[in-house]
């Protein structure tokens, strides 16, 4: 393939088809390259919110009703609990439901959409490097491939990142958390779990989560490391309070996730990082699905800009993440640090005052109907279907 795309998309997955969607419905010639065969497993709780909910709809037009048709939507729940190991601490319910997906269907619905707006799609295909400058991108076998723009949507381990000098990767790695999550059948959770649950108070910096996920159960830990953190015994703990027989389990894996490593410069030469590639996840909830989309969907249209006009696509991108996407992270990142900090000096009981001084505003915080920035209401300015 001697061809030069005018973009070629490492990663297709939800940035990926965010960013590759958003290029291809401008005209753009799209290449999107990616080392799985879908629908592939991706190890997720599928939890979407208002927001993603929103982005969906503007950018692939899937609808609740659709996705649920599809059979991508397994569970749909407008209540909560937050629990430490012994007690429960908050409960209640939201002005709109949490929807919870399954994340290989999911990606592998997007990428239908990708294929459909006319982007060309290669399953299989490992990105091993790429030069951000010249946009020549290296396959393992060693063939290369040239376009004017590279769009990294290669998730947490990205390699284009890898590509960009200035990144700190020491500093990512320390405020990345490890995670372990297993589905289980509903018939052989202790309880029926008929709302998400959020477990705290058992890590210094993470949470554990029970989530529904139509007739089965996701059961999941994440948090940063410490020298003295064994992950897989704090989970095989985790899994006894809850009272999971560890026989039940058919696998138990992990998966980095960024957790408070966001990028304020994504951009090297005529490179753009998107999604978990830029650390682009809200760091208290662990909410990445929304954050992929809409920073895919920012980098594809400053590059479709940048095609249109010859105008440099970087600032326009970065202007765009100041914008909407960075105060929402850092809103998020120092409430966490505060809440976390709260519960190791008066412990897991703390929360319950601060859930009481204002379920609904947090809750609407959660969705991304008011900001994690003072909870002012946000405004996302989501682009209109079709737009
Ligand atoms: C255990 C766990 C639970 C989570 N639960 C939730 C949740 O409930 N709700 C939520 O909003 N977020 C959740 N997240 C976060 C969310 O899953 C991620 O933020 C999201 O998947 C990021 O999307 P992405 O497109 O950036 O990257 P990814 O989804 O990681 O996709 C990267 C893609 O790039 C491909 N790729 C990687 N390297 C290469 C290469 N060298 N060459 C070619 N292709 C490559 C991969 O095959 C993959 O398809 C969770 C994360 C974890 C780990």
């Known amino acids: 393939m001697n061809d030069i795309f005018d973009t070629i998309v490492c990663g297709g997955s939800l940035a990926g088809s965010a960013a590759a969607v958003t290029l291809a419905r401008q005209g753009a010639s799209v290449l999107v390259l990616d080392k799985a065969e879908f629908p592939r497993s991706k190890l997720c709780g599928g939890l979407l919110t208002w927001k993603t909910i929103q982005i969906l709809n503007a950018l692939f037009g899937e609808t609740p009703e659709t996705l649920r048709r599809e059979g991508i939507i397994r569970y749909v729940s407008d209540r909560y609990a937050i629990r430490s190991f012994t007690a429960t601490l908050a409960e209640g319910s939201l002005s709109y439901p949490f929807h919870f997906t399954d994340r290989a269907e999911l990606d592998n619905r997007l990428l239908y959409h990708v294929r459909r707006a006319g982007a060309r799609v290669r399953e299989g295909e490992e990105v091993s490097g790429c030069d951000p400058d010249s946009g020549e991108v290296i396959l393992k076998d060693g063939r290369a491939l040239r376009a004017r723009y590279i769009i990294g949507a290669d998730g947490a381990h990205s390699t284009v990142r890898a590509a960009f000098p200035e990144v700190n990767l020491n500093a990512m790695r320390r405020l990345t958390a490890a995670t372990i ?20 108070g058992f890590m210094e910096a993470g949470y554990g989560w029970v989530f529904p996920n139509g007739d089965h159960v996701l059961i999941g830990i994440c948090g940063l490391r410490r020298r003295d953190t064994h992950f897989a015994k704090l989970f095989r703990t985790y899994l006894d309070v809850l009272g999971v027989d560890p026989a039940v389990l058919s696998y138990q894996r992990g998966h980095p996730l960024p957790y408070g490593s966001f990028l304020h410069d994504p951009v090297h030469g005529n490179a753009l990082l998107a999604g978990d590639a830029g650390g682009y996840v809200e760091p208290l909830f662990g909410e990445g699905i929304f954050y992929a989309l809409s920073t895919g969907m920012y980098a594809g249209r400053a590059v479709a800009r940048s095609l249109a006009t010859g105008i440099d696509p970087g600032p326009e991108y970065l202007r765009d993440l100041h914008h909407t996407i960075l105060p929402e992270l850092r809103g998020s990142n120092t409430l966490r640090w505060f809440l976390f900090r709260v519960m190791k000096l008066f412990g897991p009981g703390s929360i319950r005052r601060f859930v009481k001084l204002g379920a609904g505003p947090l809750g609407d915080m959660v969705h991304g109907k008011r900001s994690y920035h003072w909870l002012k209401k946000k405004d996302w300015r989501f682009p209109q279907p079709g737009e």
């Open 181 to 200: 999550e297993v589905k289980i059948l509903a018939g052989d959770f202790p309880e029926p779990v008929d709302r998400p649950i959020l477990y705290v």
